[in-house]
C-alpha cells in the first residue's frame, strides 16, 4: 500500500502574520505538487495570512487545536467552521503541549477528532508517552488508550480521513530524537491498533514521527516502513530547514 508522505510544520507559539510572510517568500516558491503533502500550522494570528497566501499552491494549512462546538459562550476558543471559513484545512489535535499545559483530555478529543472530520477538516491526531511512562514499560498501554479513546467515535470509513502523529514527548524540543527502531516500533504499534479496527482502511492512516526532526535525521526517520512523513517543531521555523525536511521524504 503506497501511502503519500505528508510532512507537518507545527510552530507552536511563535511568528507573528509578518514572520509568517517572510518564512513564505522563502518557502513556497520552493514547493510544487510533486512528492510529500506539506502542511504548515500557523499560531492563530498568522493562520488566515498563511491559509490566502497557500490558496492555489500544493501547500495545505491546519490549526494548532480546534474546539467540537460550532458556536456559544466558549470563551477563547476556535470552532471548525470558523477555521474553515477562512480556508484551513485541517487542524492538530491532542498535541502533547495542550495535553500537558492546557488540560486537553481524552474524552475531550473523542468528540474534537470526529467534529473535524464531519465539518471537512482533517485531523492530525497526537499521541505519545512520557520519560517516565517509556522507563515504566507504559509505552504501549498509553498509545492503546490514546488512539483508542481518541478515535471512538469515528466511523470506521472515516478511519483513513485521520492523520496520527506518533511524539514520544521525551523527544519533542529536546535535541532526543527516538531512535529509528523506537519509532517504527511504536509507529507499527499503532498500525495494529488501527488493523483491529479495520484491516483495509489501516494501511490507508497516515502515521507521522514528530520529536526532534532535523534535516539530518529526517531521511532515515522517513524511509522507515510505519512512518509516512513527520511532524517538525523546532526544525520547520526556518523555510530552509523545513525544505529539506520536505524534500527527504521518499518518493511515494
Ligand atoms: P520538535 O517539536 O520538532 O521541536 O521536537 C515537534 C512537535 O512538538 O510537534
Redesign the pocket.
Known amino acids: 500500500m503506497s501511502r503519500r508522505p505528508y510532512v507537518a510544520a ?1 510552530w ?1 507559539m511563535n511568528k507573528t502574520a509578518s514572520e509568517a510572510d517572510e518564512f513564505l517568500d522563502a518557502f513556497l516558491p520552493t514547493q510544487t505538487a510533486d512528492g510529500a503533502e506539506v502542511v504548515l500550522c500557523p499560531p492563530w494570528l498568522a493562520l488566515q495570512r498563511v491559509a490566502e497566501r497557500c490558496a492555489g499552491t500544493p501547500v495545505r494549512v491546519a490549526a494548532q487545536n480546534m474546539f467540537y462546538e460550532d458556536s456559544g459562550a466558549f470563551t477563547g476558543e476556535v470552532s471548525a467552521p470558523m477555521l474553515l471559513d477562512i480556508g484551513v484545512d485541517g487542524a492538530i489535535l491532542g ?3 495542550r495535553r500537558q499545559f492546557f488540560g486537553e483530555t481524552d474524552e475531550a478529543l473523542a468528540r474534537k477528532v470526529p467534529k473535524a472530520i464531519e465539518a471537512g477538516l482533517e485531523p492530525i491526531l ?1 499521541v505519545g508517552e512520557t520519560q517516565a511512562e517509556r522507563e515504566s514499560n507504559d509505552t504501549e498501554s498509553v498509545l492503546s488508550h490514546q488512539v483508542l479513546t481518541d478515535l471512538a467515535e469515528i466511523h470506521t470509513d472515516d478511519l483513513a480521513k485521520v492523520v496520527i ?1 506518533y ?1 514520544p514527548v521525551w ?4 535535541g532526543l530524537t527516538a531512535t529509528p527502531d523506537q519509532a517504527q516500533e511504536s509507529c507499527e504499534f499503532i498500525r495494529n491498533l488501527l488493523r483491529s479496527r479495520d484491516p483495509h482502511k489501516a494501511e490507508q492512516v497516515r502515521i507521522l514521527y ?4 532535523k534535516p539530518g535525521n529526517a531521511e532515515e526517520l522517513l524511509a522507515l516502513p510505519d512512518i509516512d512523513g513527520a ?6 521555523l526556518d523555510p530552509a530547514d523545513f525544505g529539506a525536511i520536505v524534500a527527504a521524504a521518499p518518493a511515494e
Open positions: 507545527n507552536k498535541h502533547s503541549e497526537c502523529a511524539e523527544a519533542i524540543g529536546t514528530g520529536g526532534s526532526v511532524l517538525v517543531g523546532g526544525a520547520a
